[in-house]
């Protein structure tokens, strides 16, 4: 049997070709489980907010970090 590797994600193809029918996908950054509700209610509560890109510059955490661990969270 000659075995195409390529990324995966694509449970469906897989099952076919294979005959498998329960299948976790460990090639994919996918949780079998789906969102915990913790994240549900967060996105929920805070959608209006993820029409907008984040920093790229991160200088809110930056500013955070440093405070936190007492040091000069400029990048030089």
Not at 13 to 26: A, L, M, P, T, Y
Not at 48 to 65: A, I, M
């Given at each position: 049997?000659?075995?195409?590797?390529?990324?995966?994600?694509?449970?469906?193809k897989f099952?076919?070709?294979?005959?498998?029918?329960?299948?976790?996908d460990f090639?994919?950054?996918?949780?079998?489980?789906?969102?915990?509700?913790?994240?549900?209610?967060?996105?929920?509560?805070?959608?209006?907010?993820?029409?907008?890109?984040?920093?790229?510059?991160?200088?809110?955490?930056?500013?955070?970090l440093a405070?936190?661990?007492?040091?000069?969270?400029?990048?030089?």
């Amino acid at each position: 049997m000659s075995l195409k590797f390529t990324h995966g994600g694509n449970i469906r193809k897989f099952r076919e070709q294979f005959g498998k029918k329960n299948v976790i996908d460990f090639s994919a950054n996918i949780n079998p489980l789906g969102p915990s509700q913790r994240v549900l209610d967060i996105v929920r509560r805070d959608y209006n907010v993820v029409v907008h890109y984040p920093d790229t510059d991160c200088e809110h955490l930056r500013k955070e970090l440093a405070q936190y661990y007492d040091i000069d969270g400029r990048c030089t």
